[in-house]
Nanobody, 129 residues
Protein backbone atom coordinates (compact mmCIF):
# COMPACT_ATOMS: atom_id res chain seq x y z
CA UNK A 1 0.00 0.00 0.00
CA UNK A 2 1.29 3.44 -0.88
CA UNK A 3 1.37 5.67 2.18
CA UNK A 4 1.11 9.44 2.34
CA UNK A 5 3.59 11.00 4.75
CA UNK A 6 3.33 14.67 5.72
CA UNK A 7 6.04 16.89 7.12
CA UNK A 8 6.79 20.56 7.66
CA UNK A 9 4.27 21.55 10.30
CA UNK A 10 5.19 23.66 13.30
CA UNK A 11 4.76 26.94 15.13
CA UNK A 12 5.01 30.13 13.08
CA UNK A 13 4.28 33.74 13.89
CA UNK A 14 1.48 35.57 12.05
CA UNK A 15 2.71 36.94 8.75
CA UNK A 16 5.35 34.25 8.43
CA UNK A 17 5.74 31.36 6.01
CA UNK A 18 5.69 27.60 6.19
CA UNK A 19 6.01 24.82 3.62
CA UNK A 20 4.24 21.51 4.04
CA UNK A 21 5.31 18.41 2.16
CA UNK A 22 3.49 15.18 1.45
CA UNK A 23 5.32 12.24 -0.06
CA UNK A 24 3.70 9.17 -1.53
CA UNK A 25 5.96 6.33 -0.43
CA UNK A 26 5.73 4.41 -3.67
CA UNK A 27 9.09 2.62 -3.21
CA UNK A 28 10.50 3.72 -6.54
CA UNK A 29 7.30 3.17 -8.42
CA UNK A 30 5.28 5.83 -10.14
CA UNK A 31 3.08 7.87 -7.80
CA UNK A 32 -0.35 6.26 -8.14
CA UNK A 33 -2.26 9.36 -7.04
CA UNK A 34 -3.62 11.43 -9.90
CA UNK A 35 -4.82 14.11 -7.49
CA UNK A 36 -2.98 15.04 -4.31
CA UNK A 37 -3.72 17.84 -1.93
CA UNK A 38 -4.59 19.14 1.46
CA UNK A 39 -7.46 19.32 3.89
CA UNK A 40 -7.25 20.98 7.29
CA UNK A 41 -9.20 20.64 10.51
CA UNK A 42 -9.20 23.11 13.37
CA UNK A 43 -10.38 22.13 16.87
CA UNK A 44 -14.16 21.85 17.00
CA UNK A 45 -14.47 22.51 13.28
CA UNK A 46 -15.29 20.37 10.27
CA UNK A 47 -12.55 19.25 7.92
CA UNK A 48 -12.00 21.91 5.25
CA UNK A 49 -10.60 21.43 1.77
CA UNK A 50 -7.61 23.67 1.11
CA UNK A 51 -5.92 22.96 -2.21
CA UNK A 52 -5.28 20.16 -4.71
CA UNK A 53 -3.14 19.49 -7.75
CA UNK A 54 -3.36 16.96 -10.55
CA UNK A 55 -0.52 14.95 -12.02
CA UNK A 56 -0.54 17.39 -14.92
CA UNK A 57 -0.11 20.37 -12.61
CA UNK A 58 -3.65 21.70 -12.60
CA UNK A 59 -4.22 23.43 -9.26
CA UNK A 60 -7.47 24.00 -7.40
CA UNK A 61 -7.82 26.26 -4.38
CA UNK A 62 -10.98 25.30 -2.54
CA UNK A 63 -10.78 27.69 0.39
CA UNK A 64 -11.24 31.35 -0.54
CA UNK A 65 -9.30 32.34 2.57
CA UNK A 66 -6.05 30.87 1.20
CA UNK A 67 -6.20 32.24 -2.35
CA UNK A 68 -3.28 34.54 -2.99
CA UNK A 69 -1.43 33.30 0.11
CA UNK A 70 -0.98 29.55 -0.41
CA UNK A 71 0.60 27.88 -3.43
CA UNK A 72 0.44 24.18 -4.20
CA UNK A 73 3.02 22.43 -6.36
CA UNK A 74 4.05 18.91 -7.22
CA UNK A 75 7.34 17.14 -7.99
CA UNK A 76 6.66 13.85 -9.73
CA UNK A 77 10.30 12.80 -9.55
CA UNK A 78 10.03 12.89 -5.76
CA UNK A 79 6.38 11.71 -5.53
CA UNK A 80 5.81 14.81 -3.43
CA UNK A 81 3.29 17.62 -3.24
CA UNK A 82 4.06 20.89 -1.48
CA UNK A 83 1.90 23.56 0.11
CA UNK A 84 3.71 26.87 0.42
CA UNK A 85 1.92 28.95 3.03
CA UNK A 86 2.73 32.67 3.07
CA UNK A 87 1.30 35.54 5.12
CA UNK A 88 -0.13 33.02 7.54
CA UNK A 89 -2.85 34.00 9.98
CA UNK A 90 -3.97 32.59 13.34
CA UNK A 91 -7.05 31.18 11.59
CA UNK A 92 -4.75 28.95 9.53
CA UNK A 93 -4.06 26.99 12.71
CA UNK A 94 -5.19 23.41 12.17
CA UNK A 95 -4.06 19.86 11.57
CA UNK A 96 -3.28 19.61 7.88
CA UNK A 97 -3.99 16.29 6.20
CA UNK A 98 -2.65 15.12 2.87
CA UNK A 99 -5.08 13.19 0.68
CA UNK A 100 -4.74 11.27 -2.55
CA UNK A 101 -7.06 10.11 -5.31
CA UNK A 102 -6.06 7.67 -8.04
CA UNK A 103 -8.52 9.02 -10.60
CA UNK A 104 -9.66 12.41 -11.80
CA UNK A 105 -12.52 14.33 -10.19
CA UNK A 106 -14.75 17.21 -11.15
CA UNK A 107 -13.93 20.58 -9.64
CA UNK A 108 -16.67 20.27 -7.04
CA UNK A 109 -15.78 16.70 -6.19
CA UNK A 110 -12.10 17.63 -5.80
CA UNK A 111 -12.98 19.76 -2.77
CA UNK A 112 -15.08 17.06 -1.07
CA UNK A 113 -13.37 14.89 1.54
CA UNK A 114 -15.70 11.92 0.98
CA UNK A 115 -14.10 11.41 -2.45
CA UNK A 116 -10.67 10.62 -1.00
CA UNK A 117 -9.78 7.24 0.45
CA UNK A 118 -6.05 7.70 0.98
CA UNK A 119 -4.93 9.95 3.82
CA UNK A 120 -1.81 10.90 5.68
CA UNK A 121 -1.55 11.03 9.46
CA UNK A 122 -1.71 14.83 9.65
CA UNK A 123 0.73 17.54 10.64
CA UNK A 124 -0.01 20.31 13.15
CA UNK A 125 0.30 23.92 12.03
CA UNK A 126 0.06 26.57 14.74
CA UNK A 127 0.09 30.28 13.92
CA UNK A 128 0.66 32.31 17.05
CA UNK A 129 2.80 35.11 18.40
Amino acid sequence: QVQLVESGGGLVQPGGSLRLSCTASASGSKNPYYIMGWFRQAPGMEREAVSFITRGGGATYCADSVKGRFTISRDEAKNTVYLQMNSVKPEDTAVYYCAGKRSNLSLRATCTSANYNYWGQGTQVTISS
